[in-house]
């Protein structure tokens, strides 16, 4: 009998523990789920893993997951949220996936962005100087801008106290893939047969609801988009998380019906 495996994949500066309420309540509806982590995501931060993280590319981080899921004894449902997003869309291209949710999902190769927000966001980075050679602290103002508006204070003091430093490559490959020789972050959209799903918070200042329709676009008939009214990026900690998590569970019940 299957046991309806579903691979949870976090973002940056994360782990994790930013996906457990989906875990817990896609447990509760049947699946079975699992939440690796890429490198050096796994532990609180310090001076030793933040040193192992210069260098680190979003390529490692493809090769962490695809290795976690190449051991499960089926072909598993991915959902990723923010940088997860494109990691299991490239999984989805090798054959990994036989349905993909995308929770608020990066931009990727060859997908602009739409806002000046955005642009903004990309501004902060570059302020870093060669952050790409190094690692990069999140800031806890661009985190309440970008990524924690929707929670209430205590929380995103409570959230952003669990982050921890990113490879400086990774957030280049991400946000500067205009520049980026190795293509990191291109997705293969023909190579992706399963049914994709594209939840996009309204409020997400991010990657908007204007840029996640690019990327369904390229999905084609594949894509169901769906816009989270009054939800930002971090939809899965914020205080209405559950009416996501049962979306997009039913969505991936509706697949298997279809399937």
Not at 5 to 12: A, E, F, P
Not at 14 to 41: I, K, V
Request: aromatic residues 10%; contains cysteine.
């Amino acid at each position: 009998m299957k046991e309806n495996h579903v691979v949870l994949i976090h973002g940056t500066n994360a782990g994790p523990w930013t996906m457990t309420n989906f875990s817990d309540y896609f447990e509760q509806r049947g699946f079975r789920c699992h939440s690796p982590a890429y490198r050096h995501h796994d532990k609180p931060f310090s001076e030793d893993t933040s040193a192992f993280l210069v260098g680190t590319s979003i390529t490692d981080y493809v090769n962490d997951i695809a290795g976690f899921v190449n051991c499960l004894d089926e072909t598993p449902v991915l959902v990723g949220h923010s940088l997860g997003g494109v990691i299991a869309q490239q999984l989805a291209a090798m054959g990994l996936a036989r349905a993909v949710v995308l929770l608020n999902g990066s931009i990727n190769w060859g997908v602009l962005p739409t806002t000046t927000q955005e642009r903004q966001l990309g501004k902060a980075l570059m302020r870093a100087g060669s952050f790409w050679e190094g690692v990069l602290l999140p800031d806890f103002d661009t985190m309440v801008t970008f990524g924690l508006n929707k929670l209430d204070p205590r929380e995103q003091l409570a959230v952003f106290d669990r982050l921890i430093p990113e490879s400086g490559r990774v957030m280049f490959e991400l946000f500067f893939w205009i520049f980026d020789e190795n293509q990191t972050t291109k997705i293969d959209y023909d190579g992706i047969t399963c049914p994709v799903l594209i939840v996009s918070g309204s409020d997400d200042l991010a990657i908007p609801p204007s840029t996640a329709k690019h990327i369904a676009e390229r999905h084609g008939s594949r894509a169901t988009f769906h816009e989270a009214k009054g939800f930002g990026h971090y939809l899965t900690l914020e205080p209405e998380w559950e009416k996501i998590a049962e979306i997009c569970a039913n969505w991936i019940l509706e697949q298997q019906v279809a399937g």
